[in-house]
């Protein structure tokens, strides 16, 4: 017995013959964390946490500068139908003004601006809250603009602005969240009915999934000011919560019935429940230390959404094995023969302990017979499907991929199409010494003169130059006709940089940078792809490292290594020919931009790799348990394992699936390509790599699967009285 076994044994011990000790101390603990949580509140990310590269250079020039940057709203104006009444434009836009100046919440409220078609007014809204504070105030502004509506019915009078937009993507996220909930815990509970066939058994492995997920997100809040939440921690918790919660909790439990269902009833419940936790407990610590290493990995990344992403899977995965070693066992030692009851008409049919080894043996079949052709045959197609993966193009989150569900990007898109000059923009921040001013300002007017006449850049009337009060920083916005995720707006940059360079080297010691809505989006790729290598290589590593560890065998990390990036790579073909191209766009309901969202693709490495880890982890130990007893084959050992395992595998697959396809329900894209990948890539783990490929690999290798250790030359050795888990059979 390893010494991870020990620790889940002795855990298990405590547990079983503590019952109310363990069941109470875990309610507390969730009862301690969320009420702490709500104490401390979330830190939410701010925008110098998104500042990278020459983009977040020219952020902090300018933050030196100390310019004012109050949020500003637009309401526009246009006609529903047909050309716009410009006499009834003008009396709205009147009315909408009056309505805005009487509101404490607004600082100013601009001259309304005909757009250059003159089918469109624009009334800009500055506010007197600032940029953090602001969704919490922009509502007297909506109802003003709301009311303004009303009294002209025949126009479209509609409100969009940075503010309106967060409070819309905030709304937007709260209602994707309830959603999620609505759907992922009665699927989940059905199929926990089908696996178990009784209701107690199956409300427990769910129970400790959801009071996991509760506790985390407590603790998710305090952990906020440390990495700041970007507004979908709570998804992801809920999304990784609800997959190794209840799958660590079926293994054990699934595990404890088999023990007693082997004894024929004659175990009493202590013991199964250590018998259960030498093995299944074993897989559990095992697998969960692979997934937080994976996750940890992220931090590598230093990027903001990774950081707070890793953050909330690494506290509900520990706290999910945490419950799942304690209170876990005291619940099945506590409540012994009402575990099996009561029995659940029809989907009791299915349930119980293994009604599938004749179907799971003929699955196998091919891989046992045949194992080089089913290896061939089965890599061969996943390869295939990971072939879309070589066009991966990648672009940042942003307003061009948030969901058009959303009102407030509905009225951005026609503000953008009237005032091409309010949509992607660059800036250009210049810092140099108060003397040279003059030189500056007229270097900053130089740049928009040469740019004047290019069909990259929306044409101005004069150079916009702000200057600090100091006279050390400068800026210039200068606003481009093409979405920040286009060729075009990259061209655009490319242009800009060379003008700027070419004025700005004519100034001694001035430090400049452009930035912007385009170079943000590019510099945000870059960083990624940059930090890419990093993570991999940390993740392959610490993963080799711990399957090692785990099995005291190199063949089993590196085949496992390899056949995790087997299914990772055939789900980023599926992720890439769903997403970059128009044909799912109907049938999934999002907006292809023609790439996908650029922290998807590692974050979904990492979660894979760990993920994958619940299965092999699970699966190998039962092949190696059968491989251990003296004078079984390989080949019958793989065959063994698999179909003892199948059950709960199959089990624990299906639940994963169900709860990643709740997200592509869901209107955000970024959760939309984690569902659908995480889902195919654990369908794909669980069916091929389980059922052909593996087993078709282990049987090739046969006792070289074990290398180095000695495993299929020598009996392994029993067990001290100290390390053997206590048996005590019912009188």
């Known amino acids: 017995m390893t010494d991870v076994a020990r620790f889940a044994v002795r855990m298990a011990r405590w547990s079983a013959t503590h019952p109310w000790q363990a069941i109470v101390g875990w309610i507390l603990f969730v009862a301690i964390c969320i009420t702490a949580g709500s104490l401390a509140g979330t830190r939410g990310t701010v925008d110098s946490d998104f500042w990278t590269g020459e983009s977040g250079r020219t952020q902090e020039i300018i933050a030196t500068g100390g310019f004012p940057n109050p949020p500003v709203e637009n309401v526009l104006i246009t006609a529903r139908t047909g050309t716009l009444d410009k006499a009834a434009a003008d009396a709205a836009a009147q009315d909408v003004t009056r309505r805005m100046d009487a509101l404490p919440e607004v600082a100013e409220v601009g001259s309304p601006i005909p757009s250059p078609d003159g089918q469109a007014l624009l009334v800009t809204v500055t506010m007197r809250a600032d940029q953090q504070s602001a969704v919490e105030h922009v509502t007297p502004l909506l109802d003003a603009t709301a009311a303004t509506q009303s009294a002209y019915r025949s126009l479209r009078v509609e409100q969009t602005g940075g503010v309106t ?19 992922t815990a009665p699927v989940t509970l059905v199929i926990l009915l089908i696996a178990f066939g009784v209701f107690v058994a199956a409300a427990v492995p769910l129970i400790l999934a959801i009071s996991s997920i509760v506790a985390a997100i407590g603790l998710s809040a305090l952990a906020s000011h440390v990495f700041p939440d970007v507004g979908m921690v709570n998804n992801i918790i809920l999304l990784m919560g609800m997959a190794v919660g209840v799958d660590y909790s079926l293994f054990y439990v699934k595990r404890e019935r088999e023990e007693r269902a082997k004894s024929g009833g004659k175990l009493d419940y202590a013991a199964s429940v250590e018998l259960a936790a030498a093995t299944s407990g074993h897989a559990i610590l095992v697998s969960a230390f692979a997934v937080i290493v994976s996750m940890m990995s992220l931090y590598l990344g230093g990027i903001a959404v990774f950081s707070s992403l890793a953050t909330g899977s690494v506290i509900v995965v520990a706290v999910a094995v945490v419950g799942s070693l304690t209170v876990l066992p005291a619940l099945l030692a506590k409540l012994g023969r009402r575990l099996d009851s009561p029995r659940v008409p029809f989907f009791g049919r299915f349930g119980g302990e293994s009604r599938e080894p004749r179907m799971w043996r003929a699955m196998l079949r091919p891989a046992l017979r045949h194992p080089a052709l089913t290896f061939l045959v089965a890599t061969v197609a996943m390869l295939a499907l990971a072939l879309p993966a070589l066009n991966l193009k990648l672009t940042a989150a942003g307003l061009d991929t948030m969901p058009r569900q959303i009102v407030a990007m509905q009225t951005y898109d026609r503000l953008t199409a009237a005032f091409p000059s309010e949509g992607a923009a660059h800036v250009v921040a210049v810092r140099a010494e108060a003397a040279q001013a003059g030189q500056v300002g007229a270097a900053l007017r130089g740049i928009v003169q040469d740019l004047q006449g290019s069909p990259l850049f929306v ?81 392959l590593l610490l993963t080799l490292l711990i399957m090692v560890a785990a099995f005291r065998s190199l063949v089993v990390a590196v085949t496992a290594i390899l056949l995790n990036m087997l299914s990772a790579a055939a789900a980023f073909g599926v992720l890439v020919a769903v997403f970059q191209y128009e044909w799912a766009e109907q049938l999934l309901d999002f907006r292809s931009n023609g790439a996908i969202i650029s922290w998807v693709p590692l974050f979904l490495f990492v979660v894979l790799f760990g993920l994958s880890m619940d299965y092999h982890v699970f699966l190998v130990s039962r092949i190696k348990e059968a491989a251990e007893r003296e004078g079984v084959t390989t080949r019958q050992a793989v065959a063994d394992g698999i179909v003892s395992s199948a059950g709960v595998v199959t089990s624990a697959a299906v639940i994963m699936v169900s709860v990643f396809v709740c997200f592509v329900f869901p209107s955000m894209v970024e959760l939309k390509q984690l569902g659908l990948s995480l889902a195919v890539a654990v369908l794909l783990d669980a069916v091929v790599i389980r059922i052909l490929v593996l087993p078709s690999l282990m049987v090739m290798l046969g006792r070289f699967n074990w290398w180095p250790s000695r495993l299929g030359r020598t009996v392994a050795p029993e067990p001290t009285p100290e390390e053997r888990p206590r048996v005590t059979l019912l009188k």
């Open 459 to 539: 044409p101005v009337p004069e150079a916009n130059v702000r200057a600090s009060t100091d006279g050390r920083v400068h800026t210039i916005d200068l606003a481009t006709p093409y979405t920040a995720d286009t060729a075009k707006a990259a061209e655009s940059l490319r242009r800009l940089k060379e003008v700027v360079a070419a004025r700005m080297g004519t100034i001694p010691g001035a430090d400049h940078a452009v930035g912007g809505d385009v170079a943000k989006h590019i510099d945000e790729v870059d960083i990624q792809t940059q930090r890419m290598p990093w993570v991999v290589g940390f993740v």
């Open 165 to 183: 937009i967060d409070s819309g993507i905030f709304d937007q996220v709260a209602k994707d969240l309830v959603l999620a909930e609505l759907l």
